[in-house]
């Protein structure tokens, strides 16, 4: 878990005690105070007991489970191991299992059509790291029917699939239209240059973003807002604010601000997916996109942002963007947002199209401020001023926000921007 991590939280165990298990096939989920991780089988076994609980914390070097595992070819009969969550003996060689490719294994296709019946969303990471080696797509993937739990794809199912010589890897629904587009298969140059492996953090970055797109057709609508008001009065309280407070006034507490009244305004932008239904959450609880001294992205949590006043929001802000910078997150930090906005212009971006941080619906990008010459209405008509203006940016999950929600949305927040109260006392 890191040489710093002194113990971790059990969030979830993904097998039951008495449940099998393969190699690589995830067990649990452990929150750390800097990510969450995945602890995969170090072999396959059954598991006879668990230690401790959902939700329970665990020191480091506690033996938090039971595994019967396969621990070598020998004739002999596996023996039960303590799995300790500090260490696990990988140099162990796996008992090779026969496996049996059956019609309830692999519905075979048919010359022009496939009939599969499984809805895979999730992919771990041993499942991605073997679909790349084999070059399977995604959209392969989620054709082979899958015998893990809750309907999760396992190691074994991939490798029967492969043996029976991938029967979906060209299928296609039956189309009436013979000259209708079929997936190329192309195999591209990857060009020579130094080799960098992916930290565990960054992978799991990647994963989350590739299954944010592969789960949620995206949509982005933009807005112009003028800021001009709110500017002028941060900087004209920012040293107030400090003195009386003793906490620094950046753009990010007002930005929040202004998202959590306008969440509250259209309550069905603060929502998630399951299955067929939507979820439309209670709280609202505002993530930030946050880069870590590392280059990594992180997205703490500003919880029941609608509740709590500037002063708080400062706090709040402050506090989490520190614990950011040095890498001190806590698991309750980042966890539970249910709308993200995501401050491209910090970077110098004048706009951006960001991925939807799942389970949400909507994440929404600021632009720069910049200072423009603008055409406004004046009581003596139109005249040309200077003004800090910004772009905003929303991608939605167009499954369930549509044009009309997500267009009225960002509209609202940047209608909150631009109408800040100038007068406003801090």
Same mark, same amino acid.
Not at 186 to 192: A, P, R, T, V
């Given at each position: 878990?890191? #040489?710093?991590?002194?113990?971790?939280?059990?969030i979830?165990?993904?097998?039951n005690?008495?449940?099998?298990?393969?190699?690589?096939?995830? /067990?649990?989920?452990?929150?750390?105070?800097?990510?969450?991780?995945e602890?995969?089988?170090?072999?396959?076994?059954?598991?006879?007991?668990?230690?401790?609980?959902?939700?329970?914390?665990?020191? *480091?070097?506690? *033996?938090?489970?039971?595994?019967?595992?396969?621990? =070598?070819? =020998?004739?002999?009969?596996?023996?039960? #191991?303590? *799995?300790?969550?500090?260490?696990?003996?990988?140099s162990?060689?796996?008992?090779?299992?026969?496996?049996?490719?059956?019609?309830?294994?692999? #519905?075979?296709?048919s010359?022009?059509?496939?009939?599969?019946?499984?809805?895979?969303?999730?992919?771990?990471p041993?499942?991605?790291? /073997?679909?790349?080696?084999?070059? &399977?797509?995604?959209?392969?993937?989620?054709?082979?029917?899958?015998?893990?739990k809750?309907?999760?794809?396992?190691?074994?199912?991939?490798?029967?699939?492969?043996?029976?010589?991938?029967? !979906?890897?060209?299928?296609?629904?039956?189309?009436?239209?013979?000259?209708? !587009?079929?997936?190329?298969?192309?195999?591209?140059?990857?060009?020579?240059?130094?080799?960098?492996?992916?930290?565990?953090?960054?992978?799991?970055?990647?994963?989350?973003?590739?299954?944010?797109?592969?789960?949620?057709?995206h949509?982005?609508?933009?807005?112009?807002? +003028?800021?001009?008001?709110?500017?002028?009065?941060?900087?004209?309280?920012?040293?107030?604010?400090?003195?009386? !407070?003793?906490?620094?006034?950046?753009?990010?507490?007002?930005?929040?601000?202004?998202?959590?009244?306008a969440?509250?305004?259209?309550?069905?932008?603060?929502?998630?997916?399951?299955?067929?239904?939507?979820?439309?959450?209670?709280d609202?609880?505002? @993530?930030?996109?946050?880069?870590?001294?590392?280059?990594?992205? &992180?997205?703490?949590?500003?919880?029941?942002?609608?509740?709590?006043?500037?002063?708080?929001?400062?706090?709040?802000?402050?506090?989490?963007?520190?614990?950011?910078?040095?890498?001190?997150?806590?698991?309750?930090?980042?966890?539970?947002?249910?709308f993200? &906005?995501?401050?491209?212009?910090?970077?110098?971006?004048?706009? @951006?199209?960001?991925?939807?941080?799942?389970?949400?619906?909507? /994440?929404?990008?600021?632009? &720069?401020?910049?200072?423009?010459?603008?055409?406004?209405?004046? #009581?003596?008509? +139109?005249?040309?001023?200077?003004r800090?203006?910004? !772009?905003?940016?929303?991608?939605?999950?167009?499954?369930?926000?549509?044009?009309?929600?997500?267009?009225?949305?960002?509209?609202?927040?940047?209608?909150?921007?631009?109408?800040?109260?100038?007068?406003?006392?801090?």
């Amino acid at each position: 878990m890191g #040489e710093s991590i002194t113990e971790g939280t059990i969030i979830n165990w993904l097998v039951n005690e008495g449940d099998t298990f393969e190699e690589g096939d995830i /067990i649990l989920e452990v929150a750390t105070d800097k990510v969450d991780n995945e602890v995969p089988a170090p072999a396959s076994g059954t598991l006879v007991e668990t230690k401790f609980q959902a939700k329970d914390v665990v020191k *480091v070097g506690e *033996v938090i489970a039971i595994l019967e595992v396969e621990v =070598s070819s =020998s004739k002999s009969q596996p023996k039960k #191991e303590a *799995v300790k969550s500090s260490e696990v003996d990988t140099s162990q060689k796996k008992t090779k299992k026969n496996r049996t490719v059956t019609s309830s294994t692999v #519905e075979k296709p048919s010359s022009n059509s496939f009939s599969v019946n499984n809805t895979n969303t999730f992919f771990s990471p041993l499942i991605i790291s /073997i679909a790349k080696e084999h070059h &399977i797509s995604f959209e392969e993937l989620a054709r082979i029917p899958a015998t893990g739990k809750e309907g999760r794809l396992r190691k074994s199912d991939v490798f029967n699939y492969i043996e029976d010589g991938r029967p !979906y890897k060209f299928a296609q629904r039956v189309v009436q239209d013979p000259t209708a !587009y079929r997936i190329p298969q192309l195999e591209f140059d990857k060009g020579k240059g130094k080799i960098v492996e992916m930290d565990r953090m960054r992978q799991m970055i990647a994963d989350h973003m590739v299954y944010s797109k592969h789960t949620s057709p995206h949509v982005t609508a933009y807005v112009e807002a +003028d800021l001009t008001n709110m500017v002028n009065w941060r900087n004209e309280n920012k040293v107030a604010f400090q003195e009386k !407070y003793g906490e620094k006034l950046t753009f990010t507490p007002l930005f929040v601000e202004a998202v959590a009244k306008a969440v509250k305004d259209f309550p069905n932008i603060n929502a998630s997916v399951d299955g067929n239904n939507i979820i439309v959450k209670e709280d609202i609880n505002i @993530g930030m996109a946050t880069a870590l001294p590392s280059g990594n992205l &992180i997205v703490p949590v500003v919880k029941n942002a609608d509740t709590k006043d500037l002063k708080t929001l400062a706090e709040n802000v402050n506090e989490l963007a520190k614990k950011a910078r040095e890498n001190k997150l806590a698991g309750d930090d980042i966890k539970g947002s249910t709308f993200t &906005i995501s401050n491209v212009g910090t970077f110098g971006s004048v706009m @951006g199209t960001p991925i939807i941080n799942q389970p949400e619906v909507a /994440i929404l990008a600021l632009g &720069i401020i910049k200072k423009r010459p603008e055409v406004i209405e004046t #009581e003596k008509g +139109d005249e040309i001023a200077i003004r800090s203006m910004m !772009y905003l940016s929303l991608s939605f999950d167009h499954r369930v926000v549509d044009g009309f929600l997500g267009g009225s949305f960002v509209r609202r927040v940047a209608d909150y921007f631009e109408q800040f109260d100038t007068n406003r006392e801090i």
